[in-house]
């Protein structure tokens, strides 16, 4: 690999039940997968700490139990939602000195991804192929100066690219979408104007299909060549 190449790892895995990561599961997630009413969702946040945690853990090569999970919101200060960062708990000195990396968590029905890097801030985003989108759609999402899509497929394209720019820029939902311009859903990722005040770049941004039926972007500030590595994690408690 060429040592200019910035190195990006995603990580993903289908959805298990919260009941079989109990055991893996901290209090902490434990209480925050509790507090989701809607039992699909409950299982995908669950599976989502996990597999984050994990991601993390692979780095230093060691076991998900030795990180720790934290979101920070900069605008408001809570640390219920915001971008996601890890920290080690119990390990070796060595280790502790290890930086953690760059990370990014997002779900569908039945599948959880994480991108990790330390090349730079990141965001991932993936949605169902077969998912329509909501009415008024390109209202809401789409610059007045956007080409329309031709199709959902094409619409959920520019969703996960430009909700993947939001947050590596940590921005997320809190910025407007319409102030970010891609070019057409069914082309190739291109960024044709973004707003220096909440995505000052330079940006890599590609569109990243896990598996057949979900389809994703990723995004990465950075500049240079970026290599992506996929890696499908099994999910499971202690045994």
Not at 77 to 95: I, K, L, Q
Not at 98 to 120: F, I, N
Not at 191 to 211: N, R, T
Request: charged share 30%; proline share 7%.
């Amino acid at each position: 690999m060429d040592h200019a190449t910035l190195p990006v790892t995603v990580h993903w895995a289908r959805t298990v039940p919260v009941g079989a990561l109990a055991d893996v599961l901290t209090r902490g997630e434990r209480d925050r997968a509790a507090a989701v009413q809607n039992e699909e969702s409950r299982d995908a946040v669950a599976s989502s700490l996990v597999l984050a945690r994990t991601a993390v853990g692979s780095w230093a090569g060691l076991d998900a139990g030795a990180v720790e999970l934290h979101r920070h919101c900069p605008r408001c200060g809570s640390r219920a939602h915001g971008r996601p960062s890890a920290s080690w708990r119990t390990v070796p000195d060595d280790v502790r000195r290890t930086p953690t990396p760059h990370l990014s968590l997002a779900r569908t029905t039945g599948l959880v991804v994480v991108a990790t890097t330390r090349a730079g801030a990141v965001g991932i985003d993936v949605e169902r192929r077969a998912d329509r989108v909501f009415d008024g759609f390109d209202d809401v999402v789409l610059a007045g100066t956007e080409a329309r899509p031709v199709d959902d497929e094409a619409r959920l394209r520019t969703w996960t690219r430009k909700e993947a720019l939001l947050k590596a820029a940590g921005r997320g939902l809190d910025a407007d979408p319409r102030r970010l311009v891609l070019g057409p859903g069914d082309e190739p990722p291109r960024i044709e104007e973004a707003p220096a005040d909440a995505l000052g770049g330079p940006w890599h941004l590609q569109d990243l299909d896990p598996v057949e039926e979900v389809l994703g972007a990723l995004a990465l500030r950075a500049h240079g060549p970026v290599s992506v590595r996929v890696t499908r994690v099994q999910l499971a408690g202690r045994r």
